[in-house]
């Protein structure tokens, strides 16, 4: 069918008689419209133009309408979004102080441990110094003690060592991830 040009002109595609239909009532439109307006009084001409300024002035008021309700959704928008960004960096601190903290407890906890562990080690020794000069009954109740005292220190290194060496285990689940917010 499309094989020859004369059935191409005759077979068109349908946008292209819509397009030309378009044209032609615009044109006739206008034709129409002019003849109406020349065919009015100078009275019937001002009422014309006074219902079409009425009407741009309705149409302006809307867009004013709907432009301020636009601005008044993305101003609430903004605020909202500046308002969880706040709270986001605030938790964000939080969480960096509270990490903070819980290093420097950890590190004096490791402290106050090997404190420990060496004022026994004091005690025993300052023990032992003294059971020397006591009887031989004293010194085997003496042993028996110190026996007790090596068990606490030893249990004490072994929690020292645990603390040490635990992970980072903070006790809550975190959305961070090497410092940055995964969002």
């Keep these: 069918m499309a094989d020859h040009p004369e059935e191409d002109f005759y077979f068109s595609k349908p946008t292209n008689d819509q397009d030309f239909m378009n044209k032609e009532f615009k044109k006739d439109y206008d ?4 003849n109406r307006l020349e065919k009015m009084t100078k009275e019937m001409l001002l009422n014309e133009y006074m219902i079409i300024e009425r009407k741009n002035e309705n149409l302006e008021e809307r867009i004013e309408r709907s432009r301020q309700r636009d601005e008044e959704k993305m101003r609430n928008e903004t605020e909202f979004l500046t308002a969880n960004t ?3 960096d605030d938790a964000v601190e939080k ?7 819980m290093e420097r407890l950890r590190m004096e906890n490791q402290r106050l441990l090997a404190e420990n562990i060496e004022m026994k080690e004091m005690l025993r ?4 110094d003294s059971s020397s000069l006591d009887s031989s009954s004293s010194s ?12 606490d220190i030893t249990e004490e290194k072994d929690t020292l060592d645990k603390n040490q060496s ?13 410092g940055g917010v995964i969002l």
């Design 125 to 128: 020794n300052h023990s032992d």
């Design 31 to 34: 034709v129409q419209y002019i």
């Design 86 to 88: 706040t709270m986001e």
């Design 95 to 101: 969480i960096s102080k509270f990490q903070r903290e």
């Design 166 to 178: 635990t992970s980072e285990d903070n006790g809550y689940e975190s959305n961070h991830s090497n």
């Design 140 to 151: 085997s109740s003496s042993s028996s003690e110190s026996d007790s005292e090596e068990e």
